[in-house]
């Protein structure tokens, strides 16, 4: 099974508006860490927002909020009043414990997104 | 703030020949790691390294793939014997480690861009 899913296809939204996009997770491990990364057209990854398992409330950095239900295993990433330079790839990814603490992040396939003026 | 680095950025080579990727990881990190990313699919993860030794690799990274810490500072991913299948972006990242947090997030490099003809 798939670790992390992705299966948006390529998301529009017009500027100034919000956005969502879906990743879900499978995992058996009680502990673990799910992150996004944008990776815009120039290449290099970028960390925007990071959710622990045992994190009671949702992760916010910014315009960036993660929409985390932890009983449906899924944790949406909200980008609020999009800008332009949001147009970009946005990976899911998650870390478990369950070969040491800094076990590597494993991700989705990714999720194109473009912004319209 | 200070940054993975990887050269060259762009990489052209013939099939079968051998290459090396260079990775100058953050200089007090401790966990080095090599992902890569074929065109327009998803980051996968090749191997982890630690204390001069790999922790994990993956399925793809087999007999023709190696790393190695040759000083204090280089990180590097050697391809033997290239196939045009290991056309792809090749990142580099790392993260402090020596902590049970989860939340340590990686930072990567903006990735060798590796064509093997």
């Known amino acids: 099974a798939q670790k992390i899913t992705q299966t948006q296809p390529g998301m529009f939204v017009q500027e100034k508006e919000a956005v969502t996009l879906d990743c879900t997770y499978d995992?058996?491990?009680?502990?673990?860490?799910l992150f996004w990364y944008k990776q815009p057209s120039s290449g290099e990854m970028i960390f925007l927002i990071y959710?622990?398992?045992?994190?009671?409330q949702n992760a916010t950095e910014g315009r960036y909020s993660l929409n985390f239900q932890k009983a449906r295993k899924s944790a949406n990433l909200v980008i609020s009043a999009s800008q332009l330079g949001d147009s970009a790839m946005y990976f899911c990814a998650m870390r478990e414990t369950y070969t040491g603490a800094n076990s590597k992040l494993t991700f989705g396939k990714g999720i194109t997104l473009s912004v319209r003026p | 703030e200070p940054e993975v680095t990887q050269t060259p950025s762009h990489q052209v080579t013939q099939m079968g020949q051998e290459v090396i990727l260079r990775c100058v990881p953050i200089?007090?990190?401790?966990?080095f790691y090599w992902y890569r990313q074929i065109l327009g699919q998803k980051v996968e993860f090749l191997v982890s390294?630690?204390?001069?030794?790999?922790?994990?690799k993956s399925e793809i990274f087999d007999d023709q793939f190696s790393v190695e810490r040759p000083d204090g500072s280089n990180f590097t991913l050697k391809i033997r014997s290239t196939k045009l299948e290991d056309s792809a972006m090749y990142f580099c990242a790392s993260n402090k480690g020596g902590t049970l947090f989860l939340n340590e997030k990686l930072f990567f490099g903006s990735g060798t861009q590796l064509s093997v003809l």
């Open positions: 390294f630690y204390n001069n030794e790999i922790s994990e």
């Open positions: 959710q622990g398992s045992y994190d009671q």
């Open positions: 995992t058996s491990d009680p502990s673990y860490g």
């Open positions: 200089s007090n990190h401790l966990y």
